[in-house]
């Protein structure tokens, strides 16, 4: 895309008017000194905002506006500043991102616990011996599991809570493991 120097932004197969002269819509092939001189120039679009960490809008000049989501749960307004309320008449909150977080950690920790909860289950039911390698990677998802929620409710701001997802690398750049939201072990 393209800016005249009146602020209209252009696409390349599509004509445009200024100052009482319509150009055509093969305008992209004029070299890049003519459009200079009649003070076209390309927009370049920046890098998109993380839609984990930020709300954004896109302007038509392909620059961006971004908020911070909340890190914390929000209680709901309305334009007055009066509590939004359920049908039950208890307020309503909006999930914070530590909240949304926790709760993916929980349900990726369930998801790795799931195929072994029958051993668990045959083991309180029928004292049936859980097998030692599945004891030890139970034992080893839940204790990720609160070493993340851990990691995540301590976040204190967004640069820390943004560090989370971060994968960690050696001085050349490899990766050297997990980002530390996603950091479960694997089953041997």
């Given at each position: 895309?393209?800016?005249?120097s009146?602020?209209q932004?252009?696409?390349?197969?599509?004509s445009?008017s200024?100052?009482?002269?319509?150009?055509?819509?093969?305008w992209?092939?004029?070299?890049?000194?003519?459009?200079?001189?009649?003070?076209?120039?390309?927009?370049?679009?920046?890098?998109?905002?993380?839609?984990r960490?930020?709300?954004?809008?896109?302007?038509e000049?392909?620059?961006?506006?971004?908020?911070?989501?909340?890190?914390?749960?929000?209680?709901?307004?309305?334009r007055?500043?009066?509590?939004?309320?359920?049908?039950?008449g208890?307020?309503?909150?909006?999930d914070g991102?530590k909240t949304?977080w926790?709760n993916?950690?929980?349900?990726?920790?369930?998801?790795?616990?799931?195929?072994?909860?029958w051993?668990?289950?045959a083991k309180?039911?029928r004292?049936?011996?859980?097998?030692s390698a599945?004891?030890?990677?139970?034992?080893?998802?839940?204790?990720a599991?609160?070493t993340?929620e851990?990691?995540?409710?301590?976040?204190a701001?967004?640069?820390?809570?943004?560090?989370?997802?971060?994968t960690?690398v050696?001085?050349?750049?490899?990766?050297?493991?997990?980002q530390?939201?996603?950091?479960?072990?694997?089953?041997?």
């Amino acid at each position: 895309m393209f800016k005249t120097s009146d602020g209209q932004v252009i696409s390349a197969g599509r004509s445009w008017s200024q100052d009482g002269v319509t150009h055509p819509r093969n305008w992209h092939i004029w070299s890049a000194d003519y459009k200079a001189s009649l003070g076209i120039t390309e927009i370049v679009e920046g890098p998109h905002p993380d839609s984990r960490f930020y709300k954004w809008s896109q302007n038509e000049d392909l620059s961006y506006n971004q908020t911070e989501k909340s890190l914390s749960d929000v209680p709901a307004v309305d334009r007055d500043g009066n509590a939004v309320k359920d049908a039950d008449g208890n307020q309503i909150i909006y999930d914070g991102l530590k909240t949304i977080w926790i709760n993916k950690t929980k349900t990726t920790a369930n998801g790795l616990l799931a195929p072994s909860d029958w051993q668990v289950i045959a083991k309180a039911e029928r004292d049936r011996a859980v097998d030692s390698a599945v004891a030890t990677y139970r034992a080893a998802v839940i204790s990720a599991c609160a070493t993340i929620e851990g990691a995540i409710t301590n976040a204190a701001d967004m640069a820390a809570f943004k560090v989370l997802f971060d994968t960690p690398v050696d001085e050349d750049g490899n990766p050297t493991g997990n980002q530390p939201v996603h950091d479960w072990p694997s089953m041997d």
